[in-house]
């Protein structure tokens, strides 16, 4: 039987990151990955850090490829009616910017500091089940997972569940003890990874009545774009040249020229929101995806994550070190009013500039009038400029629901 002090569940940025932090305040981890390394380091999501973001990864020492590979933006434009208007993020907040870094190179960074460290991270290690969590189950908790087809077990005092929504730490949750507040939309993105330099200094988000779409970078030599699509969508219907052909309608503006190159990865991805709540079960932790899923509209998935367990680290620290529970006992509340900011921001974005196919011509009208509102009053466009660069990173807020002792 293997022992640590805390178990982590799942190999991406939040379970990764959790780690460096614990290891800088002196905490032993073993982080269990269910993929392989080449897998877990491919996973094409997110590409958008806050500032708080990269600040903590800065802290840390984690940020020198970030700085030399991410593209600092200033700005983001918004597009309605074939109309750019430039929100400037930087004038707006007192100088804060977003970095577009690929939530990829964040996990490669980090899982190259954790091996080079030689702290253990063992990939291909599919967690079966947990043991002892639950608040009055005495003892340690142990985690059962098959490692290279052989069963182990992990002994430790206590367990961050970073594995996603699909994982086994939240199923792990008592259905009576815990809520899945969801909502499902009428769409999806279509998302293209191409080798073409882009052809925007900063991101597009345009509206049009086609659908959305989207202008993101990945690096000065590869562009990541979107297309709004209908959830049941068949991607086989999509070759490349009718994505291309999409998006210089929907992106089109007098006086911009939208490069081709090759499409290097496609995909459908359904979107939805999802928060469990309370995020803690005992000796047991929910972190990023595990606990919550956004829009991709406002960029904070993994803004979101990093949050959690820059949280959950603190309090981890203090239970360990100082045995004090106060944080343990917060975390929830802590994270969740967060989340709940986090999901109001992503739903408003998306409902700006998403072809709504449920939508009656009065709803349109409204829409219209949100996006006219956004880009003419400074007040509204301050208010996303705040969101979409990162509200504090830890804030404490009104109490929410709590989590079970």
Known sequence: ????????????????????????????????????????????????????????????????????????????YLQFNGERHRIDLAELTGGKTITVYG???????????????????????????LQGVGP?????????????????????????????????????????????HERQYPFAWLGALAQVAPSSDELIYSFHDRGFALHSLRSPAISRLYLQVDPHEDLGEWPD??????????????????????????????????????????????AGDAAHIVPPTGAKGLNLALADVRVLAEAFQRFLQHQDSTG?????QRCLNRVWKAQNFSIT??????????????????????????????AASTALAENYVGLPFVDSGADVQSAPA
């Not at 269910?34 to 806050?50: H, P, Q, S």
């Not at 708080?52 to 700085?67: E, I, P, T």
């Open 349 to 378: 974005m998306t409902g700006l500039l998403h072809l709504n196919p449920e939508d009656d011509a009065f709803g349109r009208r409204l829409q219209g009038a949100r996006q006219e509102y956004i880009v003419q009053s400074l």
């Open 136 to 180: 009055t189950e005495p003892g340690r908790p142990t985690i059962r997972f098959r490692h290279h087809g052989e069963e182990e077990l992990l002994e430790c005092d206590l367990v961050a569940g970073c594995d996603g929504s699909h994982g086994r730490c939240l199923s792990a949750f008592p259905t009576e003890l815990i809520s899945i």
């Open 103 to 129: 939530q990829q190179e964040v996990v490669r960074d980090l899982t190259a500091a954790r091996l080079a460290a030689g702290r253990e991270l063992l990939f291909d290690a599919e967690v079966l089940g």
């Open 241 to 286: 040249q009718r994505i291309w052909d999409e998006l210089h309608i929907r992106l089109g503006a007098p006086g911009w020229t939208l490069h081709e190159g090759q499409i290097l990865d496609k995909s459908i991805t359904p979107m939805r929101s999802s928060v469990a709540e309370p995020m803690r079960y005992g000796k047991l932790f929910l």
């Open 1 to 76: 039987m293997r022992r640590t002090q805390v178990g982590i569940v799942g190999g991406g940025p939040a379970g990764l990151l959790l780690g460096e932090l614990l290891a800088a305040a002196g905490i032993d981890t073993v982080l269990l990955e269910a993929r392989d390394r080449a897998y877990a380091e491919a996973r094409i999501r997110a590409g958008v850090l806050e500032q708080g973001s990269v600040d903590l990864l800065d802290q840390l020492g984690l940020a020198k490829r970030l700085h030399e590979e991410g593209l600092v933006h200033r700005g983001i």
């Open 328 to 332: 343990l006992d917060r975390y929830s």
